[in-house]
């Protein structure tokens, strides 16, 4: 069993930044981990997803350029950070962990799910 706890998200205004955190306990930091998020009325989507080593590093169109995803194996954690932020970017984010990397992109195929972290975007 994984467990993750996300923070960091908050009120910014378009432009600005966030950087969120995904602190992961239970078992080795081995896995695949991620970021997914679900806006108002909208299905949860893949973000961003990196394997163990940080090299291999996946990313939703949308957020190409904008969005950095990494991880420190020694604390057990990983990061989101985000910048040049749209009002289309306001979801809740929820951290995931995966065995791979096509698991790591579909919600139907994550593994292990944190509570998630509202992120709101004010133009």
């Known amino acids: 069993q994984v467990q993750l706890v996300e923070s960091g998200g908050g009120l910014v205004q378009a432009g600005g930044s966030l950087r969120l955190s995904c602190a992961a306990s239970g078992r080795p930091f081995t896995t695949y981990m991620g970021w997914f998020r679900q806006a108002p009325g909208k299905e949860r989507e893949f973000v961003a997803a990196i394997n163990w080593s940080g090299v291999n590093t996946l990313y939703k169109d949308s957020v190409k350029g904008r969005f950095t995803i990494s991880r420190d194996n020694a604390k057990n954690t990983m990061y989101l950070q985000m910048n040049s932020l749209k009002p289309e970017d306001t979801a809740v984010y929820y951290c995931?962990?995966?065995?791979?990397?096509?698991?790591?992109?579909?919600?139907?195929?994550?593994?292990?799910w944190g509570q998630g972290t509202q992120v709101t975007v004010s133009s």
């Open positions: 995931a962990a995966s065995l791979s990397a096509a698991q790591a992109m579909s919600v139907t195929t994550v593994r292990f």
